[in-house]
Structure formats: C-alpha cells, structure tokens
C-alpha cells in the first residue's frame, strides 16, 4: 500500500471521529433553554402592601394622612401632608417595582396632616381624660366624707333651711313664696311684692347648702 493511501484512509478516519458540529458545513441548530425565569405578574392588593410600607419605611412619612389606592398598577395617593417636600417624597417612595404610574393628589396643609398635632391633641385628651376621673374621684371622696360626718342633705333639708330663711327677709315681707324641691333642685313659684324681692328669694335659695340649681318662677305682685 502507498504512502497516499494512507493518507486518504487516515483523513477519513479522523472526519469520522470528528463531533457533527464540529465537521464543516455542519449548520447547528440552536437547542432551546429551559428553566428561563418567567415574569410573575403582580396584582394590584399586592402593590398596595408594598406601596403602604414603603411609606411606612420612610421617617418623615410615618404620621402623614395619606391614603393609597392602586387600580390597574397605578398608584393614586391622597390625604394630607405638612409639607411640599413631604408631598414629593410620598410619590418617589410610592414608585415601587410593578407601579406604572403614580398620581399624586395629596394636599399639603400642616392642620389637616397627622403629624405631631395629632399626637398632641390625643396626649391632651388623654390628660384631661385622667383629670376629669381625678376630678371625679375626689369629688366622690367629699361626697363620702360629708356623709359620713354630717349625713347626705336630702330635698326635706333643704326645704325647711329655705324656708327658715326667708322667714325674716324684711324683703319678703307680704309675699307668698312656695318652695319645691326635687332631686336638689329648687322651685320658687308664688308672688312677691317687689323685684328686690324676688331677687332675694332666689339669692337665698341658690346660697343654701345642697343646692344643685334654682328656677325662678316667681311674679311680682300683691299677695294672694
């Protein structure tokens, strides 16, 4: 055998051996990938979690008065905020991956905001909450103590000291007063001789211990 056949069978040999792709004028075919990451589609509730703490994470936003609302992934916030910087930052912090839009409609007005007035005025509240019921709570302890020194004064008490009273008015003098009381408050109906004594009337009434209140219905005239 001759030197160029073994060439010729060599050369076949390798061409053999040699990977389809690798062999000229072998056109690959591209092998399509598999496992590719798809874009999950994100709902609009979802979107409003995100925008809602992406403001929360935001300090100066923590106690604004905004509200959101995400329709067909486009963000619409309202409410108020103390400040126009405040304003901006709301829509840049809204702007959350999935959000195609943000329309920022809050209204800036430091009175309306949550802010640190809120916080004030529910401190305030709080405050005068406990005083009222500290308030209460002593006036409850005199109560207590005055019964249990001198008694509770009934509307019979009170009655007779009025009446006691007004015995020696000399402004009362000619005048027919009738004094009624029910659950400590006092009514004066009947006639008295002059204005001055009216006024007395209802002066002596109002001064007597016990008294809640005093209606007035007195008229001025002779005595009937």
Known sequence: MSISNYLTIGALTFAMAMPLAARPGFAQTA?????????VAVDDSTLKDRVEAALKARPTLKDQNIDVDVANKVVTLTGYVQTAGRKTTAAQ??????????????VVDAGKAKGVGT???????TAAHK?????????????DAASATGGAITDAM??????????????????????????????LKGTVVSQAGKARAEEIA???????????????????
């Open 31 to 39: 092998t399509p990938r598999t496992g590719t990451a798809s874009t």
């Open 93 to 106: 912090a809204a702007k959350v991956a999935g959000v195609t839009r943000v329309d920022n409609q809050l």
């Open 119 to 125: 916080h004030v005025t529910d401190a305030s509240k």
């Open 131 to 143: 005083t009222g019921d500290a308030a209460e709570t002593v006036g409850a302890k005199t109560k």
């Open 158 to 187: 009170i009655n007779t000291k009025i009446h006691a009273k007004m015995v020696d008015e000399a402004t009362l003098k000619g005048s027919d007063v009738n004094v009624d009381v029910n659950n400590h408050v006092v009514t």
């Open 206 to 224: 109002r001064t007597t211990d016990g008294v809640k209140s005093v209606s007035n219905m007195l008229t001025i005239g002779p005595k009937k």
